[in-house]
Structure formats: C-alpha cells, structure tokens
Antibody, heavy 121, light 106 residues
Framework: QVQLQASGSGLVKPSETLSLTCSVS????????WSWIRQPPGKGLEWIGY???????NYNPSLKSRVTLSVDMSKNQFSLKLTSMTAADTAVYYC???????????????WGQGTLVTVSS | IQLTQSPSSLSASVGDRVTITCRAS??????LAWYQQKPGKAPRFLIY???TLQPGVPSRFSGSRSGTDFTLTISSLQPEDFATYYC?????????FGGGTEVEIK
C-alpha cells in the first residue's frame, strides 16, 4: 500500500495562490490516477480533480477556472495550485490514489493525512 | 450527479444492525463506493462496485444496490464503527460524494 504525504502552505492570504504537493512513497506514481479532495471544517467531501501519471487531468467544473494539477515523475510527486483563494476555500485538503479495475476508477484506496489550509489576511 | 444520503445522522447501540442509504440522481450502474471517516482522520475506503469489500474490511460491512438506491449495512455495530460514512459515485466526472451519515453512540 502506497503512502501519501501532502505538504505546502497552511495559511494563504485572500486572492493569493495555494500550492500543495503530495509525495508518494512505497510505490511508483506511474500508471495511476491521483486526485485532490477537500473538506471544509465540519462539512462534507468535495472532489477537486485528478491527474494521471501521463499528464491527463480532469477538474471539477466548480473549480476548473482556478485549478491546475501537475505531476513530477522524477520526484514521485503530484501538485495542486488553486488561484484567487477566498475564505470559502478554507478546508482540509487531501490527496488520494485511485483504485482501478480494468480501465475504470472504482474508488480512492489510499489517502494522505490531510493538510488544513486557512485563508486569512 | 447528486447523491443523497439518509439519514444524515443516527444513534445506535453496539450490536445493532445499521443501514445507510445513498440515492443517486441518475443511473450510475454499480459505480459507487463507500468510505468511513473518523474525526481528524482521512476517509477509509470500505466498498467499491456497490458491494465489493476492500481487503481488510470486516465482513460485518456490506453494500447493495437497487436501481439508483444504494445501501451500506453494518450487521452488528462495533465500538470502532462510530464514525461518519460517505458514498461516492465514480460513474462520471465530476466525482461526487453524498453529504455523509454520522453514526453516533446511543
């Protein structure tokens, strides 16, 4: 089972850009889909987007204009950038690995520990 | 695709049989997963394909489907099962989650 560890800025000012990185250990980032999910304090889960190790990505339309996902195969990492942050973006951000059966994603079987991002001046 | 979970919370005792429902707003085949989340922790992947248990998940957990209605059942609630449960659809993007069901101790 791979291990995921998210890191990055925990405090972001309004209008600035959030940058988070998820480091993958215990396995290769290659040939898997990787997602970011967030959870505002006391609320439910929201899927942000995925990136495939080959670089293909798919974003939640609700965030698409502000999100960029990327992957660095040499470092076994993938990253999230979210621009124009507001208080509504305050949340715990998780990175996760997709479990695929055949060509289909069937769930998120490994998760990082989550990192709290607070948007405040 | 919207997922509506019910109830949003429930109180139960150790040993009780617990059932949580997730209704999809349109057909999603069997493309539904269930997760368990405890306070301050990342979600834990329990079930995929509506009814297939992840390795290591106790057999008291089970999932089923009837049309666009999906059910997570815990046959005999254990102390470590008190948590919030989420369903997720993976039939189409964007992936979406249900609102969650909090299982509390009675």
């Amino acid at each position: 089972q791979v291990q995921l560890q998210a890191s990055g800025s925990g405090l972001v000012k309004p209008s600035e850009t959030l940058s988070l990185t998820c480091s993958v250990s215990g396995g290769s980032i290659s040939s898997y889909y990787w997602s970011w999910i967030r959870q505002p304090p006391g609320k439910g889960l929201e899927w942000i987007g995925y990136i495939y190790s080959g670089g293909t990505s798919n974003y939640n339309p609700s965030l698409k204009s502000r999100v960029t996902l990327s992957v660095d195969m040499s470092k076994n990492q993938f990253s999230l950038k979210l621009t124009s942050m507001t208080a509504a973006d305050t949340a715990v951000y998780y990175c996760a690995k997709h479990l695929t059966v055949g060509y289909n994603s069937v769930g998120l079987d490994s998760w990082g520990q989550g990192t709290l991002v607070t948007v405040s001046s | 695709i919207q997922l509506t979970q019910s109830p949003s919370s429930l109180s139960a005792s150790v040993g009780d049989r617990v059932t949580i429902t997730c209704r999809a707003s349109q057909a999603i085949s069997n493309s539904l997963a269930w997760y368990q989340q405890k306070p301050g922790k990342a979600p834990r992947f329990l079930i995929y394909g509506a009814s297939t248990l992840q390795p290591g998940v106790p057999s008291r957990f089970s999932g089923s489907r009837s049309g666009t209605d999906f059910t997570l059942t815990i046959s005999s609630l254990q102390p470590e099962d008190f948590a919030t449960y989420y369903c997720q659809q993976l039939n189409s993007y964007p992936l979406t989650f249900g609102g969650g069901t909090e299982v509390e101790i009675k």
